[in-house]
């Protein structure tokens, strides 16, 4: 079970970190990623990351902005975002997938979390 959770109203320009707690399975067996969803829009990956936390994948647009690590002690996964757009709102979701890799593609994961709302103001 993923739960995520920390989206809200945040200014352009502002920052703010999403997590997701991970529950029932051995956290550190799944590569991890971080997809968002705007109205109108297909679920894209934001972010992703390997079972260690080793290597790390990220879209282009923000490439520079956005970091997505984790912590396997604490079954958690985390996306720091900073130099927040308007086009950044969106619904972020968590998903695990059990692929070795970075794995990017909606349909590789095999876990969705339900999702936390990011809502930035110009």
């Known amino acids: 079970q993923l739960q995520a959770f920390g989206g809200g109203l945040v200014q352009a320009g502002g920052s703010l970190r999403v997590s997701c707690a991970a529950s029932g399975r051995p956290f550190s067996n799944y590569a991890m990623g971080w997809f968002r969803q705007a109205p109108g829009k297909e679920r894209e990956c934001v972010a992703a990351i390997t079972r260690s936390g080793g290597s790390t994948y990220y879209t282009r647009s923000v490439k520079g902005r956005f970091t997505i690590s984790r912590d396997n002690a604490k079954n958690t996964v985390y996306l720091q975002m900073n130099s927040l757009e308007p086009e950044g709102t969106a619904v972020y979701y968590c998903?695990?997938?059990?692929?070795?890799?970075?794995?990017?593609?909606?349909?590789?994961?095999?876990?969705w979390g339900k999702g936390t709302l990011v809502t930035v103001s110009s």
């Open positions: 998903a695990a997938a059990r692929g070795v890799g970075l794995i990017t593609l909606a349909s590789g994961m095999d876990y």
